[in-house]
Structure formats: C-alpha cells, structure tokens
T-cell receptor, first 111, second 115 residues
Framework: SQQGEEDPQALSIQEGENATMNCSYK?????LQWYRQNSGRGLVHLIL?????REKHSGRLRVTLDTSKKSSSLLITASRAADTASYFC???????????FGSGTRLSIRP | GAGVSQSPSNKVTEKGKDVELRCDPI?????LYWYRQSLGQGLEFLIY????????KSGLPSDRFSAERTGGSVSTLTIQRTQQEDSAVYLC?????????????FGPGTRLTVT
C-alpha cells in the first residue's frame, strides 16, 4: 500500500486564489518531497522538507510538516493556469530507503 | 546536462509476449527507481537500486517482473508473458542520495499497452 495519502483527491479553484493540498503518511520519515506531474508523464521535483524542519518556502510554494500528526501541506499562492497539474507527496523513512508516493491531488485552475 | 531517458516511449504488445523497457539515468546518480502508473492513479513503487547494494524488489507485483542494472548505470525492466493489467506508464527516476540530494529526476516514461 502507498505510504502517503493526499487530500483532496481533486481541487478546482479560480485563478489567483490559493491552493492547499495535504498529505498524510504512516511511518516516521527522514524527508518528505512534493512533486508535480503534467499530462501523465514524468514528475518534476518541487520542494523537499526534512524531518527536523517545520516549514519551507520556494517562490509561491509553502510546505509545512507536522511529524507529530504525520502530515504535510503544500500551499500554492496566487495560482496560475500553468499550475494545473497533479501534485504528489513522497516520503522516505531513511536517507537510503526507497521513496514512496501518495495517490496525488489533481489541481485545476479556472481562468 | 542530459536528463533521465527512457525507451521506447510507447510500446504495444500482444498478451503473452515479453517486453523490455530501458532506462538511462543521469550520469553519476547512484539510485535508480522504477514505478508504474495506471491512468489517473498514483505511482506504484516497483524496484529500487542503490549503488552496489542488493536491490529492493519489494514492489514487483509478480515473478513475471524483473529488473537489472548493469555497471551501476543503465537499467532494464523486463515483463514476461505480459497481461492486459500490465498496461500502464512505466516511469524511471534517478537520484544521488548519498550526497544528500534526495530529489528524484524522472524520465518521460514508457507507455505500455498490452492488447
């Protein structure tokens, strides 16, 4: 079974609004990553947060991590049409272990 | 530099035939992953190679699936006696975790269709 589960499964918002996606996982982790996928092909790495970090920013992206709740959130501010994609969280329980992906959130930005 | 490449980009095969999918990781990347993604679904982990360590094969769905990585570089995923449920996009990714670079770089995938 997958390690991470994203919530919601699908999200549709107006351009310019903020989008928030959540990820829950089951076991202790070393790091958590967020990826974006367009058109069902290769994924692109967005941001990584380590288990000893609580928040990271990258441009319009903000990621939080709550290890006590085993959850993370990805916030995209001032959404654009180009942000339409599927977003996945991925977790690794050690620095050398395999990375497990969640089921993803499909984000649609309405013009 | 060059990214992760995969070949073929599309493969149509008849049920019962064997197929080989190829992945060329980024040069120097020690970790290589294979995932499978069915339409509209998440990524299903298949197998993970890390340097000279024994591969983690825990995600392979049956003994019809196997993979090898030669010389710590190119990897081949082989599916024997293909079934219709094997139809999916097969994604390969590489990374350099021992240098603290955990982010994965993905190839464009191979879309496999079993008829």
């Amino acid at each position: 079974s997958q390690q991470g589960e994203e919530d919601p499964q699908a999200l549709s918002i107006q351009e310019g609004e903020n989008a928030t996606m959540n990820c829950s996982y089951k076991t202790s982790i070393n790091n958590l990553q967020w990826y974006r996928q367009n058109s069902g092909r290769g994924l692109v790495h967005l941001i990584l947060i380590r288990s000893n970090e609580r928040e990271k920013h990258s441009g319009r992206l903000r990621v939080t991590l709550d290890t006590s709740k085993k959850s993370s959130s990805l916030l995209i501010t001032a959404s654009r049409a180009a942000d339409t994609a599927s977003y996945f969280c991925a977790t690794a329980y050690s620095s050398a272990s395999k990375i497990i992906f969640g089921s993803g959130t499909r984000l649609s930005i309405r013009p | 530099g060059a990214g992760v490449s995969q070949s073929p980009s599309n493969k149509v095969t008849e049920k019962g035939k064997d197929v080989e999918l190829r992945c060329d990781p980024i040069s120097g990347h020690t970790a290589l992953y294979w995932y499978r993604q069915s339409l509209g679904q998440g990524l299903e982990f298949l197998i993970y190679f890390q340097g000279n360590s024994a591969p983690d094969k825990s995600g392979l769905p049956s003994d019809r699936f196997s993979a090898e990585r030669t010389g710590g570089s190119v990897s081949t995923l082989t599916i024997q006696r293909t079934q219709q449920e094997d139809s999916a996009v097969y994604l390969c990714a590489s990374s350099l975790p021992r240098s603290g670079k955990y982010e994965q770089y993905f190839g464009p995938g191979t879309r496999l269709t079993v008829t």
